[in-house]
């Protein structure tokens, strides 16, 4: 188990190497910014697929509604760049709403931001397995699988360490801004020379499900309003990483969020420009007239790389690899943000200890096996498909965009409140302008996405939040409640037991309880006796023939076992040799065997072990374990120490494990041998 | 004084008293006794089965022993502990009838055979208390007939 962990993970690193693992702007860009960038690659493709349901007329609001979104994202960006200098300790959202607005809003945070990360490497995923099946159609029957496997893959680097999956994530994203570039420039030069780009979509027609006039028609624009906003998704994630750069933390932070909007919305402007040049008709597939029945419509950006670049053309499959290759590395981003929240919230309290510290390679690793294994259980459940997923995944990012820059607003107000210097109240107050549109804006959407969403799929999200929410405050208050019941009051003394009756467990006279017996006499109790079962008389009679000729001088109690149990006797004795003194406590003494082999532990000790836990719960009673540690054992502590040191055993074995013992303490017992190295004994 | 002395004690209970009792028994509804069967303790069972063998016996519930009296029980024995040889020679038991516990040590014996747990005995002595534990020490004792004799 060991071996394997390390062969997969790597070595572990101390926790003085925590300054390496932080990130310069030019590798932050790619690690933080991949998720908003990538969800470029499926915002356009939203918008025209919701259109389609008026027909293709529909499609010229596209301009309008790509405009729109654009400008949102401007203003989010903007905002969050307030967030990200006010709080640069990586709380992100949670801590914003936390420290202005509450503990009750802030926790609803955290559970929007969980199920957003979680739905974030979902649909990421999902999208890149998809884009990979439009370059090459063979794939498209594998999906799920492939899905899940790039999950596992994912969640793999991440085990490995924050640096490593640094690197390795981007370059690829480099080269998808660049591919992206190129057939934008391109695109458009061919348009102003003269050469029209025609996709393979454009004969297509698409069958309009419905009318659409009036009330009717601004709902539906409404919700492609909406769907377009899958492209903000990602923007919050660097306010959760800002430890994760390099000091300056805030400043560095502020000006990779602005690199990213700005070079999100270009690209986001050009793949929908392009997209409308070159009539890209996307609608499901059963509403498109014209499809070769069995075939998968390719997503939008590839019909507009293959328009622009020409259908063999090697750029196309270039593209689309580093579409589907930037997908699964947004997937990464909510591997950087997730972790860090709950380790955040475990830290308060709302989630369980585990999750609180850092692993072997400096990465939350409990975190991370938490949201890879939700997203498996997503794609599985959605069968990777994105359009479904998306549903789920925009009520979360706003959700958590309108209480962070509520509680931005809130926040400039403390500040202002307490702040004399004229210069420092004229950024404030721009700043706390900024976070109000922003909230505005963020506000109505929230309302739109949720009654346009709500039946299509939000309502999961809808019931998941407040559950998630209800389980974390009820963590919260168990621990509560448990640390108060630990604490010792003011005048507490401690006062030491009165008596201490001693009595080893034993069924047959050989080392273990030989060892237990005289472990017990040296810690000298009021009274000790050993016990034994009557479950074999005659074996009982050995035990007791035995006990005399080796003269031991303790008492030996044989109890009696009607029903032919071990466990029940011995607990009912225990519970009789409690006296009426509330100080007086029982002693349980159990030989107990260690073996080297998983597969011998569970041969031996099953009986002990269900002593022990019945004992557990005796109030006054107190069970130690006296180890005998076998052969096997004394072997694979051998072998683990000569790995270790690397070499034939060098400095001295294992001294301390006692198998050796003190000797001419216990009559007739022999000196076993220490099975591998030879030592002056 | 050993012989005479348990043998005379009249029962505690009359025969009218018996009867009653054995008809309040059969008066419980059937179900009512199937329930309590099913849902005693092991403990319990075996308290129910001990206090028949008390009737039968002609002994009386240690719980209503009075104390420094000389007493007939009837029980099985929970534990015997055997001291060690460096010490005093003693054996000593903890015999259970179903309402309560007594020790029953015998001075000057290391062990005594048919003297085991589980056994049912029938003894004769003179109950004491020991530092708040009912006592016996050396009564005269009936081994009960057990299944490996």
Same mark, same amino acid.
């Given at each position: 188990?060991?071996?394997?962990?390390?062969?997969?993970? *790597?070595?572990?690193?101390?926790?003085?190497?925590?300054?390496?693992?932080?990130?310069?702007?030019?590798?932050?860009?790619?690690?933080?910014?991949?998720?908003?960038?990538?969800?470029?690659? &499926?915002?356009?493709?939203?918008?025209?697929?919701?259109?389609?349901?008026?027909?293709?007329?529909?499609?010229?609001?596209?301009?309008?509604?790509?405009?729109?979104?654009?400008?949102?994202?401007?203003?989010?960006?903007?905002?969050?760049?307030?967030?990200?200098?006010?709080?640069?300790?990586?709380?992100?959202?949670?801590?914003?709403?936390?420290?202005?607005?509450?503990?009750?809003?802030?926790?609803?945070?955290?559970?929007?931001?969980?199920?957003?990360?979680?739905?974030?490497?979902?649909?990421?995923?999902?999208?890149?397995?998809?884009?990979?099946?439009?370059?090459?159609?063979?794939?498209?029957?594998?999906?799920?699988?492939?899905?899940?496997?790039?999950?596992?893959?994912?969640?793999?680097?991440?085990?490995?360490?924050?640096?490593?999956?640094?690197?390795?994530?981007?370059?690829?994203?480099?080269?998808?801004?660049?591919?992206?570039?190129?057939?934008?420039?391109?695109?458009?030069?061919?348009? %102003?020379? *003269?050469?029209?780009?025609?996709?393979?979509?454009?004969?297509?027609?698409?069958?309009?499900?419905?009318? /659409?006039?009036?009330?009717?028609?601004?709902?539906?624009?409404?919700?492609?309003?909406?769907?377009?906003?899958?492209?903000?998704?990602?923007?919050?994630?660097?306010?959760?990483?800002?430890?994760?750069?390099?000091?300056?933390?805030?400043?560095?932070?502020? @000006?990779?969020?602005?690199?990213?909007?700005?070079?999100?919305?270009?690209?986001?402007?050009?793949?929908?420009?392009?997209?409308?040049?070159?009539?890209?008709?996307?609608?499901?597939?059963?509403?498109?007239?014209?499809? +070769?029945?069995?075939?998968?419509?390719?997503?939008?950006?590839?019909?507009?790389?293959?328009?622009?670049?020409?259908?063999?053309?090697?750029?196309?499959?270039?593209?689309?690899?580093?579409?589907?290759?930037?997908?699964?590395?947004?997937?990464?981003?909510?591997?950087?943000?997730?972790? %860090?929240?709950?380790?955040?919230?475990?830290?308060?309290?709302?989630?369980?200890?585990?999750?609180?510290?850092?692993?072997?390679?400096?990465?939350?690793?409990?975190?991370?096996?938490?949201? $890879? *294994?939700?997203?498996?259980?997503?794609?599985?459940?959605?069968?990777?498909?994105?359009?479904?997923?998306?549903?789920?995944?925009?009520?979360?990012?706003?959700?958590?965009?309108?209480?962070?820059?509520?509680?931005?607003?809130?926040?400039?107000?403390?500040?202002?409140?307490?702040?004399?210097?004229?210069?420092? =109240?004229?950024?404030?107050?721009?700043? =706390?302008?900024?976070?109000?549109?922003?909230? *505005?804006?963020?506000?109505?959407?929230?309302?739109?996405?949720?009654? @346009?969403?709500?039946?299509?799929?939000?309502?999961?999200?809808? %019931?998941?939040?407040?559950?998630?929410?209800?389980?974390?405050?009820?963590?919260?208050?168990?621990?509560? $409640?448990?640390?108060?019941?630990?604490?010792?009051?003011?005048?507490?003394?401690?006062?030491?037991?009165?008596?201490?009756?001693?009595?080893?467990?034993?069924?047959?006279?050989?080392? +273990?309880?030989?060892?237990?017996?005289?472990?017990?006499?040296?810690?000298?109790?009021?009274?000790?006796?050993?016990?034994?079962?009557?479950?074999?008389?005659?074996?009982?009679?050995?035990?007791?023939?035995?006990?005399?000729?080796?003269?031991?001088?303790?008492?030996?109690?044989?109890?009696?076992?009607? /029903?032919?149990?071990?466990? =029940?006797?011995?607990?009912?004795?225990?519970?009789?040799?409690?006296?009426?003194?509330?100080?007086?406590?029982?002693?349980? &003494?159990?030989?107990? &065997?260690?073996?080297?082999?998983?597969?011998? #532990?569970?041969?031996?000790? #099953?009986?002990?072990?269900?002593?022990?836990?019945?004992?557990?719960?005796?109030?006054?009673?107190?069970?130690?374990?006296? +180890?005998?540690?076998?052969?096997?054992?004394? =072997?694979?502590?051998?072998?683990?120490?000569?790995?270790?040191?690397?070499?034939?055993?060098?400095?001295?074995?294992?001294?301390?494990?006692?198998?050796?013992?003190?000797?001419? $303490?216990? +009559?007739?017992?022999?000196?076993?041998?220490?099975?591998?190295?030879?030592?002056?004994? | 004084?050993?012989?005479?002395?348990?043998?005379?004690?009249?029962?505690?209970?009359?025969?009218?008293?018996?009867?009653?009792?054995?008809?309040?028994?059969?008066?419980?509804?059937?179900?009512?006794?199937?329930?309590?069967?099913?849902?005693?303790?092991?403990?319990?069972?075996?308290?129910?089965?001990?206090?028949?063998?008390?009737?039968?016996?002609?002994?009386?519930?240690?719980?209503?022993?009075?104390?420094?009296? #000389?007493?007939?029980?009837?029980?099985?024995?929970?534990?015997?502990?055997?001291?060690?040889?460096?010490?005093?020679?003693?054996?000593?038991?903890?015999?259970?009838?179903?309402?309560?516990?007594? $020790?029953?040590?015998?001075?000057?014996?290391?062990?005594?055979?048919?003297?085991?747990?589980?056994?049912?005995?029938?003894?004769?002595?003179?109950?004491?208390?020991?530092?708040?534990?009912?006592?016996?020490?050396?009564?005269? /004792?009936?081994?009960?007939?057990?299944?490996?004799?």
């Amino acid at each position: 188990m060991g071996m394997t962990k390390r062969v997969l993970v *790597g070595q572990p690193m101390r926790s003085e190497l925590l300054g390496e693992a932080t990130l310069p702007k030019k590798i932050a860009l790619p690690v933080f910014a991949s998720d908003a960038l990538s969800s470029v690659a &499926y915002a356009t493709e939203e918008i025209l697929l919701v259109l389609s349901a008026g027909g293709l007329a529909f499609f010229h609001f596209t301009w309008y509604i790509a405009g729109a979104v654009g400008l949102l994202m401007l203003v989010v960006v903007a905002s969050y760049r307030q967030n990200v200098h006010a709080y640069p300790s990586g709380g992100g959202d949670y801590e914003v709403a936390t420290t202005n607005l509450g503990p009750r809003v802030g926790l609803t945070v955290a559970s929007a931001l969980m199920v957003d990360y979680t739905l974030t490497v979902a649909v990421s995923v999902s999208s890149g397995v998809a884009n990979l099946a439009s370059a090459i159609p063979s794939l498209n029957s594998h999906v799920v699988l492939i899905a899940v496997l790039v999950i596992a893959v994912i969640t793999l680097m991440n085990l490995r360490g924050v640096r490593e999956s640094g690197t390795a994530f981007a370059i690829p994203t480099y080269c998808f801004i660049g591919a992206v570039a190129i057939m934008i420039i391109w695109g458009l030069s061919r348009i %102003v020379f *003269g050469h029209p780009l025609v996709s393979e979509s454009a004969n297509y027609q698409i069958k309009a499900t419905g009318t /659409y006039g009036g009330l009717a028609l601004s709902f539906l624009l409404l919700r492609a309003f909406a769907s377009g906003c899958t492209a903000l998704t990602g923007v919050e994630a660097i306010s959760n990483g800002v430890p994760a750069f390099k000091p300056p933390k805030s400043k560095n932070a502020a @000006t990779t969020l602005a690199l990213l909007g700005g070079i999100a919305v270009t690209m986001f402007a050009g793949v929908t420009a392009l997209a409308l040049a070159g009539h890209v008709h996307a609608a499901d597939p059963g509403d498109l007239v014209g499809l +070769p029945t069995g075939q998968t419509p390719r997503t939008v950006i590839a019909q507009v790389a293959r328009s622009v670049f020409g259908g063999g053309s090697p750029l196309f499959y270039l593209l689309q690899f580093f579409t589907a290759l930037i997908l699964v590395l947004a997937a990464n981003t909510a591997f950087n943000g997730f972790p %860090v929240l709950a380790s955040i919230l475990s830290r308060d309290g709302y989630l369980p200890k585990q999750l609180h510290t850092r692993g072997d390679r400096l990465a939350f690793s409990n975190g991370i096996l938490l949201l $890879s *294994g939700f997203a498996i259980i997503l794609v599985l459940a959605f069968k990777a498909s994105p359009t479904r997923l998306i549903q789920l995944y925009i009520v979360g990012v706003f959700v958590s965009f309108v209480c962070s820059q509520t509680g931005m607003i809130r926040h400039w107000n403390r500040k202002l409140a307490t702040e004399q210097d004229r210069a420092k =109240r004229r950024l404030m107050l721009r700043s =706390r302008t900024i976070n109000a549109i922003g909230a *505005g804006f963020t506000g109505v959407v929230l309302a739109i996405v949720l009654a @346009t969403k709500f039946v299509k799929g939000a309502w999961i999200v809808v %019931v998941a939040m407040p559950l998630i929410w209800l389980v974390m405050r009820g963590i919260q208050r168990h621990y509560q $409640s448990v640390a108060v019941e630990l604490t010792p009051p003011e005048d507490f003394k401690v006062t030491l037991p009165s008596n201490n009756h001693a009595i080893v467990l034993i069924s047959k006279l050989h080392l +273990p309880a030989l060892r237990a017996i005289g472990y017990a006499r040296a810690t000298r109790p009021t009274s000790l006796e050993a016990v034994i079962v009557d479950l074999d008389t005659t074996e009982v009679d050995a035990v007791r023939r035995d006990w005399e000729a080796r003269e031991i001088p303790i008492p030996l109690t044989v109890v009696a076992s009607p /029903y032919r149990e071990i466990t =029940r006797p011995i607990v009912d004795y225990v519970k009789r040799l409690r006296s009426e003194n509330p100080n007086d406590i029982v002693t349980v &003494y159990i030989p107990e &065997y260690v073996l080297g082999h998983w597969w011998e #532990q569970l041969l031996h000790n #099953q009986s002990a072990l269900r002593l022990k836990g019945r004992l557990l719960f005796q109030r006054r009673v107190v069970v130690a374990s006296v +180890p005998y540690q076998l052969r096997s054992a004394i =072997r694979s502590v051998e072998k683990k120490k000569s790995t270790a040191v690397g070499g034939s055993g060098g400095a001295g074995g294992a001294t301390g494990t006692g198998s050796t013992g003190s000797t001419g $303490s216990f +009559p007739g017992k022999n000196d076993s041998a220490p099975p591998v190295q030879s030592r002056a004994d | 004084m050993r012989a005479t002395d348990g043998a005379a004690e009249p029962e505690t209970r009359s025969p009218s008293d018996e009867a009653v009792a054995g008809s309040q028994r059969q008066r419980g509804s059937a179900l009512r006794r199937l329930f309590s069967r099913l849902t005693a303790d092991t403990d319990e069972l075996q308290a129910d089965h001990l206090q028949e063998e008390i009737r039968v016996g002609g002994a009386i519930p240690i719980a209503t022993c009075p104390d420094r009296e #000389q007493v007939c029980l009837v029980g099985t024995l929970r534990t015997v502990t055997f001291r060690p040889r460096a010490g005093v020679p003693a054996l000593e038991a903890e015999l259970w009838d179903g309402t309560g516990a007594v $020790s029953v040590i015998w001075l000057g014996r290391r062990q005594i055979p048919g003297i085991s747990p589980g056994r049912t005995i029938k003894l004769r002595g003179r109950i004491t208390t020991l530092q708040g534990h009912r006592a016996i020490y050396n009564p005269i /004792y009936e081994l009960k007939a057990s299944a490996s004799d």
